[in-house]
Antibody, heavy 121, light 108 residues
């Protein structure tokens, strides 16, 4: 059974950093691209960014709203994806979901339960 | 960025009704469209990809159609467990992959 479990969320002050983790199980993690999608309270879904599998270079892409502040990385030996969030803003407050990309496609066939990040002073 | 617009934003329906949600892309996206269902406090769940292909395990009362810029999600016979918010998402081009604003299906 595919499982994605996020951790690392919490309350953080504006301008500070936070790192989220996504621990995967039930599939060969290294074969898949992984994405992060967020949802501000009471709002819709926003794609944050993704990391390709090593077979496709392990490179990353980001939404304009987070580019230069957020970094996605992966540790295939541990089946973990990370979202490093720097220079956090109040508008980054959201539930952050880790998702698995279907193959090389840009849709998401499995989602974690989400972790809440609250940016507030 | 490709903008995805769903209509309506919300609707009220009864169990057994046929429900249709539309999604329009600001430019052609071929059939690179997915639909998700989200229940309160839960993660979204993939329903349909490639505009019309049902994800494994999804009931056959769900169906999708369309290509280019106009797409529909149809629930043929609404069940109590289908009351949720539905999102379309284009994966034709990135960054970014973009979602519609959501359609909330409520009980009449």
């Amino acid at each position: 059974e595919v499982q994605l479990v996020e951790s690392g969320g919490g309350l953080v002050q504006p301008g500070r950093s936070l790192r989220l983790s996504c621990t995967a199980s039930g599939f060969t993690f290294g074969d898949y691209a992984m994405s992060w999608v967020r949802q501000a309270p009471g709002k819709g879904l926003e794609w944050v960014g993704f990391i390709r599998s090593k077979a496709y270079g392990g490179t990353t892409e980001y939404a304009a709203s987070v580019k230069g502040r957020f970094t996605i990385s992966r540790d295939d030996s541990k089946s973990i994806a990370y979202l490093q969030m720097n220079s956090l803003k109040t508008e980054d407050t959201a539930v952050y979901y880790c998702t698995r990309n279907r193959g090389v496609m840009g849709y998401f066939d499995y989602w974690g339960q989400g972790t809440l990040v609250t940016v507030s002073s | 960025a490709i903008r995805m617009t769903q209509s309506p934003s919300s609707l009220s329906a009864s169990t057994g009704d046929r429900v249709t949600i539309t999604c329009r892309a600001s430019q052609g996206i071929s059939s690179y469209l997915a639909w998700y269902q989200q229940k309160p406090g839960k993660a979204p769940k993939l329903l349909i990809y490639a505009a019309s292909t049902l994800q494994s395990g999804v009931p056959s009362r769900f169906s999708g159609s369309g290509s280019g810029t106009d797409f529909t999600l149809t629930i043929s016979c609404l069940q109590s467990e289908d009351f949720a918010t539905y999102y379309c998402q284009q994966y034709y081009s990135y960054p970014p992959w973009t979602f519609g604003q959501g359609t909330k299906v409520e009980i009449k």
